[in-house]
């Protein structure tokens, strides 16, 4: 929903009049940052408004369309032997039949072709036959929201290739001759570094090719806070800036003062520093974080150009206004407040810094700062602060920074001269990169449990220990450290052992998982969780993007009782994961052996049976209710049945019974008088039982 832009006309012209009118001087300053911040809003809402008017008509959806592009990314491996890539259309060869000729169909499509992961697309400019729908994901107060990102992405619809033609005809403007030569580079390295054992990782840190990471990848760079270090962003074209500058400066020197004088100097400086981190933007993809940290470099080459003192604060403020003006949507990202979060960081730690600080000293104040500093923002994020982050990053910076970086660049040239050399440049960077993964793989088997503290305490540290570090004293930043390390130590194991959060009337929320089911039952400072959602191997957990952040956003630190309805993946998805993640008090279940099975041998965790008995949570009656005959699969479920008695409410979960299941527990609650007519029943239909007509369940009771 955007504001109405007769709103922002009328509050841009009442805050004009304001600062035209107003004698006092505060008045008048509040009034034109009002005014700054109503353009801004203008700014984004035209941008929001223009995105927006891009929608598939309804009727389009589920045929079978054809439509004409260019790729515009780099085709990677998906889920379910899948091909998935980006698609900028050009030509849609059907239009939508509709009076209302304005509409505007999607630009930019999210496309997978199933059955052809290890394909590659017939050409760069292609005619495809697609069936496609509008942009929907799972909705839910946290986690991770598949809708946003797309909307942020720019993708206004998405489906699934059923055929492939190359098409010449296709006209190839320069921005789809650029994602040409991007793929052409991306095949370039992928062929050259083929034989490397670490191939992925070079792919994504010399061209931004992250598509090859495996999900062991993606789990230790999770594990270890190093995600930054494959995501091609301030860090590296910072190293890439500070290299061309290095040598350009070094061979400027080495040229007589009458050639060049000082001012040349700078601008080629300047030119070559700026062209070097450009091609290697070019090079990486030139992803949203990358011309974010290019903005920025631009901004401090433009301050060094003309010699000028500028404070660090006025470079960031102007690096910030020129990437909101270029793209508004950048807010929507996580990285955009973590690297100009990092950045503010670094510049209230080290600008204006009077005492002297070896590269050891630096580099522990600069790693400890960020880890305070950026902690409040993940919090936000609902991202844990892995204890063993500060350490990894503490070794993988510098190994990146002076050695990884400058061989696999100074490899990819020398290969690219000198093809010959290429049995001595691969096993040279796949060992640079091998050093690092075994260090990063070390770390992250170690037992660091992520901290999980309140808002306001994480808060309170971070500004302590970022107060601290600029005492001028040479013990600030000893005592900032030993203060955190005290803080670890004696703080936070009691705040491990928090209770739940307290909720005076009970709560029932279903969450939206998709194909399966999650519920959360809390009442006072109990919860029953029933299902845990799907959950596809190395693809999607519903448990860690889906329950896990709501819990930790709802206070909840403890599942008093689990009920697994029944073994089937979509209901027991990430079981074993949640039970890693949070303390259970028990597990009930329909199939006792498959989801001990699921759970592994590692966890100590008893399974029980669904007995016909109950128990009191809390001032709810809880029920169980199965079919017993060693029944399996669906009609093996754990019905749940929830009664508060002072509301004469009641929650019926029923699983995925079957129809004839359904009887069988309708005849056993009338043989209990469970059926009582004054009560309120809230019942969840199972989802394999609605197929059949609504004469059931509900209806009935």
Same mark, same amino acid.
């Given at each position: 929903?955007?504001?109405?832009?007769?709103?922002?006309?009328?509050?841009?012209?009442?805050?004009?009049?304001?600062?035209?009118?107003?004698?006092?001087? /505060?008045?008048? +300053?509040?009034?034109?940052?009002?005014?700054?911040?109503?353009?801004?809003?203008?700014?984004?809402?035209?941008?929001?408004?223009?995105?927006?008017?891009?929608?598939?008509?309804?009727?389009?959806? #589920?045929?079978?369309?054809?439509?004409?592009?260019?790729?515009?990314?780099?085709?990677?491996?998906?889920?379910?032997?899948?091909? !998935?890539?980006?698609?900028?259309?050009?030509?849609?060869?059907?239009?939508?039949?509709?009076?209302?000729?304005?509409?505007?169909?999607?630009?930019?499509?999210?496309?997978?072709?199933?059955?052809?992961?290890?394909? !590659?697309?017939?050409?760069?400019?292609?005619?495809?036959?697609?069936?496609? &729908?509008?942009?929907?994901?799972?909705?839910?107060?946290?986690? %991770?929201?598949?809708?946003?990102?797309?909307?942020? &992405?720019?993708?206004?619809?998405?489906?699934?290739?059923?055929?492939?033609?190359?098409?010449?005809?296709?006209?190839?403007?320069?921005?789809?001759?650029?994602?040409?030569?991007?793929?052409?580079?991306?095949?370039?390295?992928?062929?050259?570094?083929?034989?490397?054992? $670490?191939?992925?990782?070079?792919?994504?840190?010399?061209?931004?090719?992250?598509?090859?990471?495996?999900?062991?990848?993606?789990? @230790?760079?999770?594990?270890?806070?190093?995600? $930054?270090?494959?995501?091609?962003? #301030?860090?590296?074209?910072?190293?890439?800036?500070?290299?061309?500058?290095?040598?350009?400066?070094?061979?400027?020197?080495?040229?007589?003062?009458?050639?060049?004088?000082?001012?040349?100097? +700078? !601008?080629?400086? *300047?030119?070559?520093?700026?062209?070097?981190?450009?091609?290697?933007?070019?090079?990486?993809?030139?992803?949203?974080?990358?011309?974010?940290?290019?903005?920025?470099?631009?901004?401090?080459?433009?301050?060094?150009? %003309?010699?000028?003192?500028?404070?660090?604060?006025?470079?960031?403020?102007?690096?910030?206004?020129? @990437?909101?003006?270029?793209?508004?949507?950048?807010?929507?990202?996580?990285?955009?407040?973590?690297?100009?979060?990092?950045?503010?960081?670094?510049?209230?730690?080290?600008?204006?810094?009077? +005492?002297?600080?070896?590269?050891?000293?630096?580099?522990?104040?600069?790693?400890?700062?960020?880890?305070?500093?950026?902690?409040?923002?993940?919090?936000?994020?609902?991202?844990?602060?892995?204890?063993? #982050?500060?350490?990894?990053?503490?070794?993988?910076?510098?190994?990146?920074?002076?050695?990884?970086?400058?061989?696999?660049?100074?490899?990819?040239?020398?290969?690219?001269?000198?093809?010959?050399?290429?049995?001595?440049?691969? /096993?040279?960077?796949?060992?640079?990169?091998?050093?690092?993964?075994?260090?990063?793989?070390?770390?992250?088997?170690?037992?660091?449990?992520?901290?999980?503290?309140?808002?306001?305490?994480?808060?309170?540290?971070?500004?302590? =220990?970022?107060?601290?570090? &600029?005492?001028?004293?040479?013990?600030?930043?000893?005592?900032?450290?030993?203060? *955190?390390?005290?803080?670890?130590?004696?703080?936070?194991?009691?705040?491990?052992?928090? /209770?739940?959060?307290?909720?005076?009337?009970?709560?029932?929320?279903?969450?939206?998982?998709?194909?399966?089911?999650?519920?959360? =039952?809390?009442?006072?400072?109990? @919860?029953?969780?029933?299902?845990?959602?799907?959950?596809?191997?190395?693809?999607?957990?519903? =448990?860690?993007?889906?329950?896990?952040?709501?819990? &930790?956003?709802?206070?909840?630190?403890?599942?008093?009782?689990?009920?697994?309805?029944?073994?089937?993946?979509?209901?027991?998805?990430?079981?074993?994961?949640?039970?890693?993640?949070?303390?259970?008090?028990?597990?009930?279940?329909?199939?006792?052996?498959?989801?001990?099975?699921?759970?592994?041998?590692?966890?100590?965790?008893?399974?029980? /049976?669904?007995?016909?008995?109950?128990?009191?949570?809390?001032?709810?009656?809880?029920?169980?209710?199965?079919?017993?005959?060693?029944?399996?699969?669906?009609?093996?479920?754990?019905?749940?049945?929830?009664?508060?008695?002072?509301?004469?409410?009641?929650?019926?979960?029923?699983?995925?019974?079957?129809?004839?299941?359904?009887?069988?527990?309708?005849?056993?609650? +009338?043989?209990?008088?469970?059926?009582?007519?004054?009560?309120?029943?809230?019942?969840?239909?199972? $989802?394999?039982?609605?197929?059949?007509?609504?004469?059931?369940?509900?209806?009935?009771?």
């Amino acid at each position: 929903m955007l504001p109405p832009p007769q709103w922002i006309v009328a509050s841009f012209i009442t805050a004009f009049c304001i600062a035209f009118r107003a004698r006092q001087y /505060p008045l008048r +300053r509040m009034a034109v940052v009002s005014m700054a911040l109503i353009i801004g809003l203008a700014w984004a809402s035209w941008h929001a408004d223009r995105r927006l008017a891009e929608r598939l008509p309804a009727g389009m959806e #589920g045929q079978r369309l054809s439509v004409s592009g260019y790729v515009c990314d780099i085709p990677s491996p998906g889920s379910f032997n899948s091909l !998935r890539f980006s698609f900028c259309v050009t030509q849609w060869h059907e239009r939508p039949h509709s009076p209302n000729q304005a509409i505007k169909l999607p630009q930019l499509l999210r496309l997978a072709w199933y059955g052809h992961a290890e394909r !590659r697309l017939p050409s760069h400019r292609l005619r495809l036959e697609l069936v496609l &729908k509008r942009p929907h994901g799972a909705l839910n107060d946290a986690g %991770f929201r598949y809708e946003d990102w797309l909307f942020r &992405k720019g993708y206004r619809a998405t489906g699934t290739v059923r055929e492939v033609v190359p098409d010449q005809a296709v006209m190839c403007s320069l921005k789809c001759r650029y994602h040409e030569a991007h793929h052409w580079i991306a095949n370039w390295v992928e062929h050259r570094f083929a034989s490397a054992e $670490h191939r992925p990782l070079i792919s994504s840190l010399l061209v931004g090719d992250r598509g090859h990471l495996t999900p062991t990848h993606w789990k @230790v760079l999770q594990a270890t806070g190093t995600i $930054h270090l494959v995501a091609i962003s #301030g860090l590296h074209l910072g190293l890439i800036a500070l290299g061309a500058g290095f040598l350009v400066r070094r061979l400027l020197l080495a040229l007589p003062l009458t050639w060049v004088g000082e001012v040349v100097q +700078r !601008r080629c400086l *300047f030119a070559a520093v700026m062209i070097c981190c450009l091609v290697y933007a070019l090079m990486a993809g030139f992803t949203v974080p990358t011309q974010r940290a290019l903005l920025m470099v631009l901004v401090g080459g433009w301050s060094l150009l %003309f010699a000028r003192q500028l404070p660090a604060w006025q470079a960031w403020v102007w690096a910030l206004a020129a @990437v909101l003006l270029l793209d508004p949507f950048a807010p929507l990202d996580q990285g955009f407040w973590l690297s100009f979060g990092a950045v503010a960081v670094l510049i209230w730690v080290f600008a204006a810094g009077l +005492r002297p600080l070896g590269w050891l000293g630096t580099l522990l104040l600069a790693q400890g700062a960020l880890f305070a500093g950026l902690w409040p923002l993940l919090q936000v994020f609902g991202q844990d602060q892995p204890l063993i #982050g500060g350490l990894a990053n503490l070794l993988a910076i510098p190994w990146v920074s002076l050695v990884v970086m400058p061989g696999l660049i100074g490899g990819a040239v020398v290969v690219a001269i000198v093809p010959a050399a290429i049995e001595v440049v691969v /096993p040279f960077c796949d060992g640079l990169m091998g050093i690092l993964w075994v260090v990063l793989t070390y770390l992250a088997e170690l037992p660091s449990p992520a901290i999980n503290v309140g808002p306001w305490e994480v808060i309170g540290l971070a500004g302590l =220990v970022l107060l601290l570090v &600029k005492v001028p004293t040479p013990g600030g930043g000893t005592c900032a450290g030993l203060l *955190f390390v005290a803080w670890l130590a004696v703080v936070q194991p009691p705040t491990l052992q928090r /209770p739940n959060a307290h909720l005076v009337e009970p709560e029932l929320r279903v969450w939206d998982v998709g194909q399966g089911l999650a519920v959360l =039952v809390r009442h006072q400072d109990t @919860v029953l969780l029933y299902d845990t959602g799907p959950a596809v191997p190395g693809v999607f957990s519903a =448990v860690e993007s889906t329950l896990l952040p709501n819990l &930790k956003a709802l206070g909840i630190n403890r599942i008093d009782t689990l009920v697994i309805s029944h073994a089937d993946s979509d209901h027991s998805g990430g079981l074993a994961t949640l039970a890693r993640s949070i303390q259970i008090g028990k597990l009930v279940t329909g199939e006792v052996s498959a989801v001990q099975e699921k759970l592994g041998e590692t966890s100590g965790l008893v399974v029980q /049976p669904c007995a016909v008995a109950g128990e009191e949570l809390a001032g709810l009656h809880i029920h169980y209710w199965h079919a017993g005959d060693s029944r399996t699969g669906n009609d093996a479920s754990c019905v749940v049945r929830i009664e508060h008695a002072p509301s004469r409410t009641e929650w019926l979960l029923p699983g995925d019974i079957s129809a004839a299941t359904e009887a069988l527990y309708l005849s056993h609650l +009338r043989g209990q008088g469970s059926l009582a007519a004054d009560v309120t029943r809230l019942v969840l239909a199972p $989802h394999h039982a609605a197929r059949h007509p609504p004469r059931r369940s509900g209806c009935q009771l």
